[in-house]
């Protein structure tokens, strides 16, 4: 038979039916606090430590937010652990990090209405109607927090499920029949490719693990010894940063390589206004190469001027259609779409974007191509950050004004 693993909202008949369940098929009930004290165990820290997490909806930051991704990376490898064991049934908040597609882990939801719940309620705790009302409200609020923060999406879908049972319109021996016979399905079966999947997430979970506790919240995923790391955020001197990452998941026993990929995010990086002007003008910068453009980045927002990556011509296209920024400083020499073909579509589309190319290669028949397609600068690398700055505020002047800049030469 398969692993088992519930998520039930409260006083929806939860512990009855675990406990039948358990009787039945001779399964070891595993649930959150179970999960976080083997967790405290192996890392040798308090309990209450992880449980007090567990229980805190709001957002932490800083240090505390720090302290979250560590206490959710334990808890997580505690959990991939388990899922290679037998005869097991995890519920709780963690069976929601239960990846979706493991064919050897029947997932079950239960779920009910809130007359049922309160009614239970009522009848266990003695507690009025508002009284009850308020605490499911609460409990509710904690799910979905915990679906929010462990990317599961919304708990109460019928489809994040194997098997959903509206508790308030069956009995608890009708849901164990349920759990019993579904988890003899063919379609819910222990084969090496889950066995697999479930080795490849505890390696992955372990490397996330030695990541949070370096202070990195990094999703990894792992495909036998090879491990690949999703950096979630626009970060500044991204090359060294992905070299220290690749240091930390190389140590991890069973990492033999380490890859990098950007998220869909990193590219959503919330900029400042160009220049603190008050037309609220982004600026975009396009580069293939990360390391010149995240510290060309970094030297701007020192000068307060906000910027927004992207790392080549196609990104810089799918960027504009959606943020049309009023300046792009643009390299010439790129693969795939190159600057100037960059330049030529910029300009017959969104006319009144000023670019600014930068060339570390270009010749003078590029400089006087790209000044003729509208480039409003052709500057050389390295450029010069107090020239580039005085040009941009120029321009910011100019776009504040209702101008445009005409086309200069370096």
């Known amino acids: 038979m398969p692993l088992i693993s519930v998520n039930s909202a409260s006083f929806c008949e939860l512990e009855p039916i675990l406990e039948q369940v358990s009787t039945l098929t001779g399964y070891e009930v595993i649930g959150d606090d179970e999960l976080i004290r083997r967790a405290a165990d192996e890392n040798r820290k308090d309990i209450s430590y992880i449980h007090k997490i567990f229980l805190n909806q709001k957002k932490p930051s800083g240090r505390l937010l720090k302290q979250r991704y560590l206490a959710l990376a334990k808890v997580k490898t505690t959990l991939a652990k388990s899922l290679l064991l037998e005869k097991i049934v995890i519920h709780g908040l963690c069976s929601m990090m239960v990846p979706p597609d493991f064919s ?26 508002p009284e009850v009302q308020k605490l499911i409200a609460a409990d509710d609020a904690l799910l979905h927090s915990w679906a929010n923060i462990l990317n599961f999406g919304d708990p109460w879908d019928p489809s994040k499920y194997d098997l959903f049972i509206p508790i308030h319109k069956k009995t608890v021996q009708e849901a164990v029949t349920s759990i019993i016979k579904y988890s003899g399905s063919r379609f819910v079966r222990k084969d090496e490719r889950s066995m697999e999947k479930a080795v490849n997430f505890l390696l992955a979970s372990k490397v996330e ?35 220290e990452l690749r240091e930390i ?47 060309l980045s970094e030297r701007l927002l020192m000068r307060e001027i906000g910027s927004a990556v992207v790392y080549d011509g196609e990104q810089a296209l ?50 006087k191509k790209c000044l003729e397609l509208g480039a409003v600068a052709y500057l050389q690398k390295p450029v010069d950050i107090d020239n580039l700055t005085s040009l941009l505020k120029k321009i910011n002047e100019n776009i504040q004004d209702g101008n445009r800049i005409e086309s200069s030469e370096n």
């Open 104 to 129: 050897h882990i029947l997932k079950v939801g239960i779920m009910a209405d809130e007359k049922f719940r309160a009614a239970k309620m009522m009848e266990k705790t003695g507690l009025s109607m």
């Open 209 to 243: 693990l030695a990541l949070a506790s370096e202070g990195h919240e990094i999703q990894v995923r792992a495909y036998g010894s090879e491990v690949v790391l999703t950096i979630p955020k626009n970060i500044i001197l991204l090359g060294k940063f992905e070299d």
């Open 249 to 295: 998941a190389s140590k991890v026993p069973g990492v033999k390589k380490v890859n990098t990929e950007l998220s869909a995010e990193f590219y959503k990086r919330k900029t400042s206004d160009f220049n603190r002007g008050k037309s609220g003008a982004k600026l975009l910068l396009v580069d293939d190469e990360r390391e010149f453009v995240h510290t």
């Open 318 to 367: 799918a960027y504009i259609e959606e943020e049309n920024p009023p300046v792009i400083i643009l390299d010439l020499k790129m693969p795939g779409i190159d600057g100037i073909e960059v330049l030529r579509r910029v300009k017959a589309s969104h006319a009144d974007i000023n670019v600014i190319i930068l060339s570390g290669h270009g010749s003078k028949e590029d400089e």
